[in-house]
């Protein structure tokens, strides 16, 4: 079992900026962040395998940067230049496989999931 826990959310305005945190209870190959909007289902946003490579929501690439810390077990979320659209809870994720997935079924454990609101 791996455990995980967010922080980091927020209020902020829009054209702000946020890092979140995601600390598991060990290491873990692949880390990813996926969020849910009110009335939405949940959506991929990155994930990062244990070598640093990445893969992004076409939604946040180039606002949002994702990396790691392995010595830690920790997975960052840089958001930059939020949007009210980024409003959501985000949640923390990992899987046992080694390889990259924006599939929420290809994780094998979640976080509690951390609010982020950005108001216009």
């Known amino acids: 079992q791996v455990q995980l826990v967010e922080s980091g959310g927020g209020l902020v305005q829009a054209g702000d900026s946020l890092r979140l945190s995601c600390a598991a209870s060990?290491?873990?190959?692949?880390m990813g962040w996926f969020r849910q909007a009110p009335g939405k289902e949940r959506e991929f946003v990155s994930s990062?395998?244990?070598?640093?490579?990445?893969y992004y929501a076409n939604s946040v690439k180039g606002r949002f940067t994702i990396s790691r810390d392995n010595a830690k077990n920790t997975v960052y979320l840089q958001m930059n230049s939020l949007k009210p659209e980024d409003t959501a809870v985000y949640y923390c994720a990992a899987r046992r496989e080694r390889w990259l997935s924006g599939r929420s079924s290809d994780y094998d454990y979640w976080g509690q999931g951390t609010q982020v609101t950005v108001s216009s």
């Open positions: 990062i395998k244990w070598d640093s490579s990445t």
């Open positions: 060990r290491g873990t190959f692949t």
